[in-house]
C-alpha cells in the first residue's frame, strides 16, 4: 500500500532539489517512492552519481527500469519494487522525498534509525516535521507563472 500519491516532480524541480543537496560524483542517492525514475536518472546522468530508486508499485517500477535501460544506465542506477520500509538506505549519502507531510512523518524514524551522520534528506514541498531544516528554498520555475512555485525543504542528519 502506498503511503503518498504518485505526482512527479517536474523536472526543474528535479534539478534544484539535487543541486541544493549538493550532489557529488560518487556519492549515492535514494530517492523514496521514485515513481518515473527522474530523480535517479538526473542525479546519475548530470551529477555522476549511484542511484536508487524504490517504488512500490509495480506499473511505475518498471516504468522506471525501462527508463533507466533507455537512459544507458544500469550501471548507475537500480529500481527496486518493494516498500520503502523493507529496504535498508543506510548506505545513502542523500534521501530525496516527494511524499506528504504525514507520510515524511511515518519515514522519519526509518531516517533517524538507518541515515550516517552528514547525509542530506531533500523534501520537494513538504516538511518533516521535528527536524529543523538547514534550508528552504522556494523556488518558481517560471517566473511569469506564481503557481508554479514550488519549496524545498533540505536537511542534514
Known amino acids: 500500500m502506498s503511503i503518498a500519491p ?5 523536472m526543474p524541480v528535479v534539478r534544484r532539489m539535487l543541486m541544493l543537496a549538493g550532489v557529488k ?9 521514485c515513481g518515473d525514475g527522474r530523480i535517479v ?4 546522468k548530470e551529477f555522476g552519481a549511484y542511484a536508487v530508486g524504490i517504488e512500490i508499485r509495480k506499473d511505475l517500477a518498471l516504468k522506471a527500469m525501462k527508463a533507466v535501460e533507455e537512459a ?7 529500481i527496486i519494487n518493494a516498500n520503502l520500509f523493507d529496504v ?7 534521501v530525496t522525498l516527494y511524499l506528504t507531510t504525514s507520510a515524511n512523518l511515518k519515514v522519519k524514524p526509518k531516517l533517524e534509525r538507518e541515515l550516517k ?3 542530506r ?5 513538504y516538511e518533516i516535521p521535528g527536524w529543523t531544516p538547514v534550508l528552504i528554498d ?3 520555475e517560471d517566473s511569469r507563472y506564481r503557481f508554479l512555485t514550488h519549496r524545498i525543504w533540505l536537511y542534514r542528519r
Open 138 to 140: 522556494e523556488f518558481t
Open 25 to 33: 560524483p560518487g556519492e549515492i542517492v535514494y530517492d523514496l517512492g
Open 6 to 10: 504518485y505526482l512527479a516532480s517536474p
Open 121 to 125: 534528506v531533500v523534501s520537494h514541498e
Open 41 to 44: 536518472i538526473t542525479a546519475a
Open 88 to 94: 535498508d538506505i543506510s548506505d545513502a549519502d542523500v
Open 72 to 78: 544507458g544506465l544500469t550501471d548507475r542506477v537500480k
Open 117 to 119: 551522520p552528514g547525509a
